[in-house]
């Protein structure tokens, strides 16, 4: 499974940015998607979950009622809606999918929220 992440950039503080996530390959094996981040000089962190049957998520205690995590399985591309960022929301953003026996990350895209 390769994973291409896109959608990062600049956004002041209170603005919104879209992430996309494109799978390809044998995406029929993946029991679920997710986004994870990693700012500088911290261990990357899960930001929220969605599993690929049901369209079960989960989300970070710091995102919830701002981040919107959906998936469109017709286009095998995962989305995370953000809004009211903040500059702790900095960060470089990783696609994530796993199967029963491998997890797949994408390559990255940098979110910069100014204050």
């Known amino acids: 499974v390769q994973l291409v992440e896109s959608g990062g950039g600049l956004v002041q503080a209170g603005g919104s940015l879209r992430l996309s996530c494109a799978a390809s390959g044998t995406t029929f094996t993946l029991n679920g998607m997710g986004w994870y981040r990693q700012a500088p000089g911290k261990q990357r962190e899960l930001v929220a979950t969605i599993t690929t049957g049901g369209g079960s998520t989960n989300y970070a205690d710091s995102v919830k009622g701002r981040f919107t995590i959906s998936r469109d399985n017709a286009k095998d591309t995962m989305y995370l809606q953000m809004n009211s960022l903040k500059p702790e929301d900095t960060a470089v953003y990783y696609c994530?999918?796993?199967?029963?026996?491998?997890?797949?990350w994408g390559q990255g895209t940098q979110v910069t929220v100014s204050s």
């Open positions: 994530n999918a796993f199967s029963t026996f491998q997890t797949y």
